[in-house]
């Protein structure tokens, strides 16, 4: 084979491709051709790239060169530049905000430097649809690994040394589950994959299972192995087509090379993987309610003990695992427990993927260590607030966790100092949240999701949250008391004690925070009848700069076509004015003034 | 409704009781709603009572039993969409299609949803018509995407 | 496909080991031929194709290609840098096919500089 001496990734994960990754690849191919360098240059689509907020992206190696924002139109150029002359693109590059200097190398780049990439490992590298190519970076050889030189027992020590938690929220220890689920009774045993990824704002598993399918279904063979399970199961959550397109082409391909199904690398050890596609249902990403949606019936939960460990599917010994520590076993098992132990900390080892969202410049997916400090993450990787905001709070573990203020940036992110603080490592959602968020309203948000997905079962859940959600309503419309806040706080206690599981356990916890750091905006709501953020719309009151309306907007009518009240009057070159009487306080005329001639006071 | 298709859809699982979710999964895809007829010929084959089957269909989110529009709007409430202003965006449809969430127009041109994070929390926020996703989408550009569909 | 057996993971493996080594951008050696305008007058699109076909028939999985601009030198193109890990780079001017060929053997493969076509050694810093 001819080698090719560059390959341009272009970034095919979900943001990208919304923002026409694909016409991109296109143009690029194109243009290539046209210069005669088809043969010299290849374009390869890759998962999702990370760095989210500088899509389309594409990196070109193997210099490391990083483009972003990329355009049709900017391709012509590109490519006679760079590919043919070899001259770097400048104004294609990454421009961090404050020195407006490029950085042409994707590993310069702040928001990759703090990274350490073990679950993502090919992230960039590969094309996510070809076997080949995972097995190129060492793909399956920890499977060879075990299959050839370790006993089910030596791999459960291995794991359990590595000291790898659960990443998909409570953070349980991988090797001790795996030990549990070895030694329980009964022939037939079974593992299964928990990619149903509920945190309303995040996306680590599904970008996992979009840029390498494999690393999953390799550390699921391992554990099956070492497990002594025959049938895995990976539930996959209903609104990810592409992720779930992918596992099922690697599926097939690992099964065309013997690396799943019956006889494994030509051994004695058989074992098969189906999907399962979740119907969207929140709680069925609580383990109990998991099984019994693969079982075909209702998500509900059900008291533990048993735990799925002695009795799961189908009554048979269970073990289920997150998409990222699945994602983890094969790097452990290929470079040993020692080499993992070291990153991290006393208690958390290894790295943790967080989805890193919100109100912040470099939205995308990142891996650090554990034990980094929110505050890295925030500043350096994260590159600060936009629009030169100031931090409020960042949300770590989706609606069961809670928001962490600006005094405690300084928390390192593990399992205990997260608890610490209240709020959970959760599955990997950050959201970040600046001067211009309502924490009252956060809490709302949470409440609102999780209100609506409880399953209905235990009475604390769903009566409790809905009341909690009820006082918080009032709150942000001005009703609020005093004594709704010692009322949310008990309330919120008694469900946090008698709920069934989890959901019901953690939905009080954004309120338990935001009222435990954010009290102050609580009080205001509640005694000044304002909301400090101007989020809470019906504290508002909206008017309109007669000034700014006619001098620089000269009455353009926007707002009053765009009202749905025809609260606003006005003409041409006059200033518009809104009826008190009449507004709704829906936000529109606010929000679609081009001149911010419209205020809220 | 087509019996035959139905049958065509069961013939592709296994005929357990375990299946129902999937096959369920597949009939929704089929017509985008659980027609009654659909739903009675699928219990029949797995010789399992209706009642299970609609217990399922009003728990997940994925089943309607109400025909469903053309189209389908779904906008991201998701947490970064939720805190630049997706809650807007969807009244904001609310009002101009005269739909609440999780309704249909009555013309059957649209159905409106909320969806839990798309994964594009970069171009917050986000909405989505079939396959097509809008990001960044502010009050004044949501009349003209929806222009688009007919 | 059939199923794999143990030996075949490894082949497979090395088969795609040079793209991988590519993406990753960590080859034992890197050439870069400069082609700036002048070069590509001077021929370097030649030199490059040349470096391609030889790594192609070799086989090797291990070499770096690359291409950058002008080098400022253009009486003396087309000009290559040869850069082993841990080495510093060396610069060839005039280059022809044969030079090339004869630049890959000693010096890319075997370590040892081919100094009557050398310009300089560790003059410049390739990337
Ligand atoms: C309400 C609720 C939702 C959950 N959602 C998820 C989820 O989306 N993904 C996940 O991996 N775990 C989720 N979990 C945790 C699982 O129950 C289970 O602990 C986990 O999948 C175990 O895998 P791990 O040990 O690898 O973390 C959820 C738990 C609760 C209580
Ligand atoms: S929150 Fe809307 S795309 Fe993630």
């Known amino acids: 084979m001819r080698p090719f001496r560059a390959n341009l990734m272009i970034c095919g994960g979900t943001a990208c491709v919304s923002n026409r990754s694909f016409d991109i690849k ?80 994707m590993n310069d780049i702040d928001f990759f430097k703090g990274q350490i990439l073990i679950a993502l490992r090919n992230r960039g590298l590969i094309d996510p649809e070809k076997i080949d190519e995972y097995i190129g970076r060492e793909g399956y050889y920890g499977l060879l690994k075990v299959l050839t030189s370790m006993t089910p027992d030596e791999v459960i020590k291995e794991i359990k040394d590595s000291g790898l938690r659960g990443r998909g929220g409570a953070g349980f220890p991988t090797g001790v589950k ?49 497990m002594g399970a025959s049938q895995g199961y990976i539930y996959i959550r209903n609104e990810y087509p592409l992720a779930l397109q992918r596992l099922l082409i690697a599926i097939d391909q690992a099964r065309d090379y013997g690396l799943i199904g019956e006889n494994i690398l030509g051994s004695n050890f058989s074992f098969d993987i189906n999907v399962t596609r979740g119907a969207g249902a929140f709680v069925c990403g609580e383990e109990t309610a998991l099984i019994s949606s693969i079982e075909g019936k209702l998500g509900n939960p059900k008291p533990r003990p048993p735990y799925p460990t002695t009795s799961g599917l189908w009554g048979k010994p269970t073990n289920i695992n997150n998409v990222e520590t699945w994602a983890n076993i094969p790097v452990i098992i290929n470079r040993g427990a020692n ?63 809670g928001c962490i203020p600006a005094e405690k940036l300084d928390l390192p992110v593990d399992y205990e100092s997260l608890a610490k603080a209240g709020s959970m490592m959760g599955s990997g959602g950050m959201v970040v949240m600046d001067e211009t968020t309502c924490m009252v309203d956060v809490a709302r948000y949470f409440l609102t999701f999780t209100k609506d997905e409880s399953c209905g079962k235990c009475t604390p859940c769903r009566e409790g949250i809905a009341q909690l959600h009820r006082i918080l309503t009032k709150i942000t419309e001005g009703e609020g008391t005093m004594e709704d806040l010692e009322l949310l706080e008990n309330l919120a206690n008694v469900i946090k004690d008698t709920s069934l599981c989890g959901l019901g356990k953690s939905a009080p ?93 | ?67 469903r529009g053309r189209h389908s709007i779904k906008v991201c409430m998701g947490t970064a969409c939720h805190v630049r202003g997706s809650g807007m965006i969807l009244e904001k449809i609310e009002r101009d299609l005269n739909v609440k969430r999780g309704e249909t127009t009555d013309d059957l041109k649209f159905s409106l949803d909320e969806v839990y994070c798309l994964g594009c929390c970069g171009l917050a926020p986000v909405v989505t018509i079939d396959e097509d996703l809008y990001g960044q989408v502010t009050l004044v550009k949501m009349p003209k995407i929806l222009q688009k569909y007919s | 496909m059939s199923k794999l057996k143990i030996e075949d993971l490894q082949k497979i493996n090395e088969k795609v080991r040079q ?20 070069g590509i007058a001077a021929g370097a699109r030649k030199i490059m194709d040349t470096l391609l076909k030889i790594i192609e028939e070799k086989n090797v999985k291990d070499v770096i290609l690359t291409n950058s601009g002008c080098a400022g030198l253009c009486s003396r193109e087309p000009m290559a840098t040869v850069e082993l890990v841990g080495e510093a780079p060396v610069k060839y001017v005039d280059l022809t096919e044969d030079k090339i060929h004869k630049i890959f053997v000693e010096h890319v493969q ?7 076509y050398a310009l300089a050694v560790g003059s410049e810093r390739t990337h």
């Open chain 2, 1 to 67: 409704m087509e019996k035959q298709k139905v049958e065509q859809i069961i013939a592709k699982h296994k005929s357990e009781p375990s299946a129902l979710i999937a096959i369920l999964q597949d009939v929704q895809e089929e017509y985008r709603y659980l027609p009654e007829e659909a739903m009675a010929i699928v219990v029949d084959r797995l010789n399992i009572p209706l009642s299970r089957a609609y217990s399922l269909a009003t728990f997940f989110t994925a089943f309607s039993l109400k025909p």
């Open chain 1, 509 to 601: 916890n954004p309120v338990l925070t935001t009222m435990r750091y954010f009290k102050d905006e609580y009080l205001a709501h509640i005694t000044d009848k304002k909301c400090p953020a101007r989020v809470c719309r019906q504290l508002n009151t909206y008017v309109i700069n007669a000034e700014i309306c006619a001098s620089k907007g000269h009455g353009c009518g926007v707002c009053r076509r765009e009202c749905p009240e025809q609260a606003i009057s006005g003409e041409k070159n006059i200033s518009h004015i809104i009826d008190q009487e009449k507004c709704v306080k829906c936000g529109v005329c606010f929000d679609v003034c081009k001149f911010n001639a419209v205020t809220i006071e």
């Open chain 1, 26 to 105: 296109k143009a690029l191919e194109k243009e290539i051709e046209k210069q005669g360098l088809d043969d010299e240059i290849q374009v390869v689509t890759t998962g999702c790239n990370g760095f989210c907020a500088a899509g389309p992206l594409m990196v070109v190696q193997p210099e490391g060169i990083f483009y972003g924002h990329l355009m049709e139109k900017d391709i012509p150029f590109l490519v006679e530049e760079h590919f043919l002359k070899g001259r770097p693109v400048k104004n294609l590059m990454y421009v961090p905000p404050e020195t407006e200097v490029p950085i042409p190398k």
């Open chain 3, 19 to 38: 793209t991988m080594l590519l993406r990753e951008g960590n080859g034992r050696a890197r050439i870069t031929v400069h082609m700036g305008t002048c």
């Open chain 1, 178 to 226: 795996w030990e549990l689920t070895r030694a329980a009774d009964g022939d037939l045993k079974y593992i299964v994959c928990n990619a149903d990824e509920g945190d309303p704002g995040a996306f680590m598993d599904r970008s996992i299972i979009e840029s390498d399918p494999h690393s999953v279904l390799e550390g699921m063979v391992i554990g099956a192995y070492a």
């Open chain 1, 339 to 401: 080499w993992y132990s070291e990153i991290g900390t006393e208690t958390s080892k290894g790295t943790k993927v967080f989805s890193l969202v919100g109100k912040i410049n470099n939205t995308g997916l990142v891996e650090v260590p554990m034990g980094i400090t929110l505050n890295d993450i925030v500043n350096k990787i994260g590159g600060g607030i936009p629009d030169g905001k100031k931090f409020k709070a960042i949300q770590t573990g989706g609606p069961s966790g």
């Open chain 3, 110 to 116: 075997d370590g040892k500089i081919v100094t009557e």
